[in-house]
């Protein structure tokens, strides 16, 4: 069985991740399934800042919802006593994909800005290269009780990622806001007004993880899955840019 989870309303995301992770593992000793797959996310691995995050880093959490959840369900498919295997995708895009293909070309199309260099990393992972890991994670037995990333062997920056998409788009340029601008925001000076005047307009801050996830400078390493999986993704980002461009208001949209 797999499961995943969802991201939405502070509730939905708590109750989805967390509660009803919990009902599915109680459904599953029930029904005395050979094993279930948890869709995790590598946002677990929070703030942490080494250049190559593999499955045996730590994961405290980080004082925010998502990530939280994430960290606590999968600590409840650990101590569940059922044959488990724990995935943490990446940057997940390809045809109708939400957060990294549909989402970021609607920004594009609102006018949303590149951020200086705009040089995070992105570990991407094409949604067919996706589904054939997830697929080793049943049929291999070796997956029982391990934990894999799973994604792409290689890194785009969010520029490179951004300005893919709008070439897709017919646009060969982003605007951008400066560099100087962003090194302000992102300084312990900037931190503090912008949480000043977000509390005068009553808005919430955004965590220490929120703002660092467009600067992180961490690729994920699937050498676990390559290792133990034979996994293999077969689909690099020129391919997988390519099979959005070909007729791309069809597919995304």
Not at 76 to 100: C, E, F, K, Q
Not at 174 to 189: D, F, G, K
Request: charge should be positive; glycine fraction near 10%; charged fraction near 20%.
């Amino acid at each position: 069985m797999y499961n995943g989870g969802a991201a939405g309303s502070k509730e939905l995301e708590w109750r989805t991740n967390v509660e009803g992770t919990t009902n599915v593992l109680a459904a599953c000793k029930a029904c005395d399934i050979e094993r279930i797959v948890y869709i995790s996310s590598i946002a677990v691995y929070g703030i942490n800042t080494a250049p190559l995050l593999d499955e045996g880093m730590p994961t405290p959490p980080v004082g925010e919802l998502y990530p939280d959840c994430k960290i606590t369900a999968e600590t409840t498919v650990r101590a569940s006593h059922l044959p488990y295997v724990i995935v943490r995708p990446a940057y997940t895009y390809g045809p109708r994909g939400g957060a990294w293909t549909v989402s970021i070309v609607n920004q594009i199309l609102r006018g949303s800005k590149l951020l200086g260099r705009d040089d995070g990393i992105i570990t991407p992972g094409y949604i067919d290269n996706v589904i054939d890991g997830l697929f080793l994670t049943i049929t291999k037995n070796a997956a029982i009780g391990c934990t894999f990333n799973i994604c792409d062997d290689y890194t785009v920056t969010y520029r490179e990622f951004f300005l893919a998409y709008a070439r897709i788009l017919g646009l060969n340029s982003m605007p951008t806001t400066p560099q100087w601008i962003v090194t302000l925001r992102r300084s312990e000076t900037g931190w503090w007004l912008r949480k000043r005047i977000r509390k005068m307009r009553g808005r919430e801050q955004p965590g220490k993880w929120s703002s660092q996830f467009r600067f992180n400078p961490s690729q994920y390493s699937i050498e676990h899955a390559k290792d133990t999986l034979g996994y293999s993704p077969k689909v690099d980002f020129l391919k997988g840019y390519g099979g959005l461009k070909i007729g791309y208001v069809k597919i995304i949209f």
